[in-house]
């Protein structure tokens, strides 16, 4: 894991996010405290539990962007789940264990990529190889009489000649073939997943991939697109799958994110019948994957006593106190974001690395126009964005994206077509293209 200080956690937050300094700040601490709980003893690490963070904010404020930026920032494996998936009444969707067997994929795709970057040189030097005993196939006897041009020399000389051709990138065009290995697909037998359709416990499905057998078939390609098929295999062959398997586990375990949304929709009201009694279900289905507990998947066994979780929820009709205590007292950490003021919009479509503002510009100078947005521009949307949401439904910064793509929604049509030019956006050109609708209220809520 980084040793990243809070402090520097913040200011990476602080790139991308605007305001919500509570927020960054506790999960900065959170973040710091499992990189000091890695430097204890054995004995002591054991005993340090993560501590569980709960955000209550409206939609749009950052909580799930603040998540998502720590775990890219800090390498940890990261899921993002919604509690609403656990309502339906009889778990017509998915279990609650189901949200660590996709924390351990996804870590497995991270520590897969770090392998690969291990043995991406031999790879390469391999399929060079392959791809020269397809070009240049050795003869399966050579004739050393007098005389005679097939010799091991001359095969040699060849072979070197053509070596450096592939190297040059000489004969990315030259046709070749190759074998492909196409595994049978198995057929789902009805019942074999786990509740709701989910991933099973034993990975049945890989089994009888294993059982049944395998279709090689061969395959005309060029020496370009035979090189990545090449690759692909030369890596499969050169990873260990099975010591990728371990390491993912032991990382899911130790540094893995599971942030969970909308857990207000999983409060039960008082005295409630039919989905509430769901609800409940899911709450209590919960509490021993946030408490700690052993979670079976393909991979072996997965212990979520380390795993943090990040819960966030508007809480708009329910209170966080109204959750089980159980399941409160597993979230210590409890940070309110607020509400975005047009302040903050202005600095959302200005400041941050990927503001919307800077994505238009790029998007399209690709056509060859040159975008300029001015200060008054931006002030005028910041207004508009604010206002909708003040007169309609609150959906915070993602208002944003509905009224950029209604701004240049004319723009983005006609750019390739005028291959090159400048337009500058001013608070005039702002008002022409949104004022109408924001005015009439009953339009703007089916558009912006």
């Given at each position: 894991?980084?040793?990243?200080?809070?402090?520097?956690?913040?200011?990476?937050?602080?790139?991308?996010?605007?305001?919500?300094?509570?927020?960054?700040?506790?999960?900065?601490?959170?973040?710091?405290?499992?990189?000091?709980?890695?430097?204890?003893?054995?004995?002591?690490?054991?005993?340090?539990?993560?501590?569980?963070?709960?955000?209550?904010?409206?939609?749009?404020?950052?909580?799930?962007?603040?998540?998502?930026?720590?775990?890219?920032?800090?390498?940890?494996?990261?899921?993002?789940?919604?509690?609403?998936?656990?309502?339906?009444?009889?778990?017509?969707?998915?279990?609650?264990?189901?949200?660590?067997?996709?924390?351990?994929?996804?870590?497995?795709?991270?520590?897969?990529?770090?392998?690969?970057?291990?043995?991406?040189?031999?790879?390469?030097?391999?399929?060079?190889?392959?791809?020269?005993?397809?070009?240049?196939?050795?003869?399966?006897?050579?004739?050393?009489?007098?005389?005679?041009?097939?010799?091991?020399?001359?095969?040699?000389?060849?072979?070197?000649?053509?070596?450096?051709?592939?190297?040059?990138?000489?004969?990315?065009?030259?046709?070749?073939?190759?074998?492909?290995?196409?595994?049978?697909?198995?057929?789902?037998?009805?019942?074999?997943?786990?509740?709701?359709?989910?991933?099973?416990?034993?990975?049945?499905?890989?089994?009888?991939?294993?059982?049944?057998?395998?279709?090689?078939?061969?395959?005309?390609?060029?020496?370009?697109?035979?090189?990545?098929?090449?690759?692909?295999?030369?890596?499969?062959?050169?990873?260990?799958?099975?010591?990728?398997?371990?390491?993912?586990?032991?990382?899911?375990?130790?540094?893995?994110?599971?942030?969970?949304?909308?857990?207000?929709?999983?409060?039960?009201?008082?005295?409630?019948?039919?989905?509430?009694?769901?609800?409940?279900?899911?709450?209590?289905?919960?509490?021993?994957?946030?408490?700690?507990?052993?979670?079976?998947?393909?991979?072996?066994?997965?212990?979520?006593?380390?795993?943090?979780?990040?819960?966030?929820?508007?809480?708009?009709?329910?209170?966080?106190?109204?959750?089980?205590?159980?399941?409160?007292?597993?979230?210590?950490?409890?940070?309110?974001?607020?509400?975005?003021?047009?302040?903050?919009?202005?600095?959302?479509?200005?400041?941050?690395?990927?503001?919307?503002?800077?994505?238009?510009?790029?998007?399209?100078?690709?056509?060859?126009?040159?975008?300029d947005f001015l200060d008054d521009a931006i002030e005028s949307l910041a207004s508009y964005a604010y206002q909708v949401n003040q007169t309609t439904q609150n959906i915070g910064a993602r208002r944003l994206h509905t009224i950029m793509e209604r701004l240049?929604?004319?723009?983005?049509?006609?750019?390739?077509?005028?291959?090159?030019?400048?337009?500058?956006?001013?608070?005039?050109?702002?008002?022409?293209?949104?004022?109408?609708?924001?005015?009439?209220?009953?339009?703007?809520?089916?558009?912006?």
């Open positions: 894991m980084k040793s990243l200080t809070p402090r520097e956690i913040v200011e990476h937050l602080d790139r991308h996010i605007v305001g919500q300094a509570d927020a960054k700040r506790a999960v900065a601490v959170a973040i710091r405290n499992r990189w000091r709980r890695q430097q204890l003893d054995e004995n002591m690490r054991k005993e340090v539990a993560p501590k569980n963070i709960l955000m209550i904010g409206p939609t749009g404020v950052g909580k799930t962007e603040i998540a998502r930026r720590l775990a890219n920032l800090t390498g940890a494996p990261f899921i993002k789940v919604e509690a609403s998936k656990y309502t339906e009444v009889g778990y017509y969707g998915r279990d609650v264990e189901s949200m660590v067997r996709e924390l351990v994929e996804n870590a497995i795709g991270l520590v897969r990529e770090s392998e690969l970057a291990n043995v991406e040189e031999e790879a390469k030097r391999r399929v060079t190889d392959r791809l020269l005993e397809l070009l240049v196939p050795a003869p399966s006897s050579f004739d050393v009489g007098v005389g005679t041009d097939d010799s091991p020399e001359r095969y040699e000389r060849s072979r070197e000649k053509m070596r450096a051709m592939l190297v040059g990138g000489e004969l990315e065009n030259r046709n070749v073939e190759i074998s492909i290995e196409q595994r049978t697909q198995a057929m789902m037998i009805p019942g074999m997943g786990g509740p709701g359709g989910d991933t099973m416990d034993f990975d049945m499905q890989g089994m009888l991939e294993k059982i049944l057998p395998k279709n090689v078939v061969r395959r005309e390609m060029t020496v370009a697109e035979a090189r990545k098929v090449l690759f692909d295999q030369e890596c499969e062959a050169l990873i260990n799958q099975d010591k990728v398997n371990a390491k993912a586990v032991e990382l899911a375990e130790n540094t893995g994110i599971i942030f969970v949304d909308e857990i207000d929709k999983v409060v039960a009201s008082e005295g409630g019948r039919g989905a509430d009694v769901s609800r409940q279900g899911v709450q209590r289905d919960l509490l021993p994957i946030v408490e700690g507990t052993t979670v079976q998947t393909r991979y072996g066994y997965v212990r979520t006593d380390h795993v943090l979780f990040v819960a966030a929820g508007a809480f708009h009709t329910a209170k966080p106190s109204e959750l089980m205590p159980e399941l409160q007292g597993r979230f210590p950490i409890r940070v309110e974001l607020e509400a975005l003021s047009k302040d903050d919009f202005v600095r959302i479509l200005s400041e941050p690395h990927n503001a919307l503002t800077k994505q238009y510009v790029a998007l399209m100078k690709t056509e060859g126009v040159e975008v240049l929604e004319e723009l983005s049509f006609e750019a390739p077509d005028m291959k090159m030019g400048r337009v500058e956006i001013n608070a005039g050109y702002v008002r022409e293209r949104l004022d109408e609708i924001v005015q009439d209220e009953d339009q703007s809520k089916y558009i912006l």
